[in-house]
């Protein structure tokens, strides 16, 4: 019985591996040309890619990236106007809705060139504390003073002191004049417009104290500039000194762009630890920043007066910028990114190897644990001299 099934056996066990070989040479083949359709396609995608690169970087499209930039500007201007003259009530509103895209193009954009620690400097803790009044506490006249004090002093006088330029084509100084010059005016709006009817009737809520301009704004100043230097100077100070491209705002005034009194005490021999040097520097600059409060917060003329002059030096900035600058470095410009899109010299790798700089799912941990702490400090501080 076993020998006549042993034929049965060997037939069917040898149809059964003729079935897997051809299957399995089948299977290489289609493999093979999947292969060979897919390299082929990721070729001609990347070959695509390159060509759109290219032309994206030439100056036509660049000359319509300007204009139309150009033209958002204006826009954005007029649109200003509108909101400040017809309805300054809602102010407070369109700065929100168009801060927060702005800020989050800014961060990445500036994390991608490591500038990212810039966007914990003072003039964004203004934006943070003008959020906790706008939208938690908007009818607590205490923290409206501090808010005003800080946003109308050294936050509106750095348009002067930083030359926050009109730009209308640069999205980056649009940007930075927007950070600097908004919040003065949403305050402005909702000093003179109130958005609820005699909010400041009272003596008491229309007037500000010295102690008012010089004891809560300062302190919470302080407190700005502790936990900026904790955070940048001891929670990440190894890695920023361990990376020379990570840049801070002390690190670009003693470094790249010193200070103008720090070059002078450099020359004179004098070394003083910028650490030390510059935050007393802007403490300084804050205080005197702060004395007009009291004339601007008290007469309408003057707070009109007051932002007009400030708008008029960043317009004379942009002029300048037009006139000295723009008008005969733009041709270069475009000259050189047609030559870098022109050339194909760079491999691969050195085409990788840029300045970029990406968040990081612990750097993100990191900081929402700082900010945590910041929030708590923050919020024992406004009980404390608010409520």
């Known amino acids: 019985l076993s020998d006549s099934r042993s034929p049965i056996f060997e037939y069917y066990v040898k149809r059964w591996a003729k079935r897997n070989i051809l299957k399995s040479k089948v299977f290489d083949r289609v493999k093979s040309r999947t292969r060979s359709v897919g390299e082929s396609m990721n ?8 060509q759109v690169v290219k032309k994206l970087k030439t100056p036509p499209f660049l000359r319509a990236i300007d204009k139309g930039a150009f033209v958002c500007g204006i826009l954005l201007l007029i649109s200003t106007e509108y909101v400040m003259l017809q ?5 407070w509103l369109y700065y929100t809705t168009l801060l927060l895209p702005m800020l989050i193009n800014r961060f990445f954009l500036y994390h991608k060139s490591k500038f990212h620690y810039f966007m914990l400097d003072f003039c964004y803790y203004c934006q943070f504390l003008g959020f906790v009044f706008l939208f938690l506490f908007p009818y607590n006249i205490k923290l409206f003073k501090l ?20 730009v209308f084509h640069d999205l980056d100084k ?13 305050f402005y709006c909702y000093r003179w417009y109130p958005p609820v009817p005699n909010l400041f009737v009272s003596e008491k809520d229309s007037s500000l104290s010295f102690s008012e301009i010089m004891f809560s704004p300062v302190i919470f100043y302080i407190y700005w500039q502790v ?5 940048t100077e001891v929670l990440d100070g190894m890695k920023i000194q361990n990376d020379r491209q990570l840049m801070t705002s002390l690190r670009w005034l003693s470094e790249i762009k010193p200070h103008g009194f720090y070059k002078y005490l450099t020359r004179k021999g004098i070394r003083i630890p910028p650490r030390v040097l510059l935050p007393g520097l802007q403490l300084i600059y804050t205080i005197v920043t702060l004395l007009p409060s009291k004339l601007v917060y008290e007469y309408q003329e003057a707070h009109g007066l007051y932002l007009g002059l400030i708008f008029a030096a960043a317009t004379w900035y942009g002029a300048s910028f037009y006139f000295e600058v723009f008008s005969e470095n733009y041709s270069i410009r475009l000259k050189k990114h047609l030559e870098a899109s022109s050339s194909s010299n760079k491999s691969d790798g050195e085409k990788k190897a840029g300045n970029k700089y990406y968040p990081t799912f612990s750097s993100f941990l990191n900081f929402m644990w700082f900010f945590g702490v910041f929030l708590i400090i923050f919020s024992l501080l406004l009980y404390l001299l608010v409520f």
């Open 43 to 50: 070729k001609m995608i990347h070959n695509k890619k390159e």
């Open 227 to 231: 936990m900026y230097v904790i955070k």
């Open 87 to 91: 309805k300054p009530s809602y102010m």
């Open 147 to 166: 808010a005003f004090c800080l946003v109308t002093g050294p936050l509106a006088v750095a348009v002067v002191a930083w030359r926050n330029s009109l």
């Open 174 to 186: 649009v940007t930075s004049l927007f950070i600097h010059m908004a919040p003065p005016l949403v």
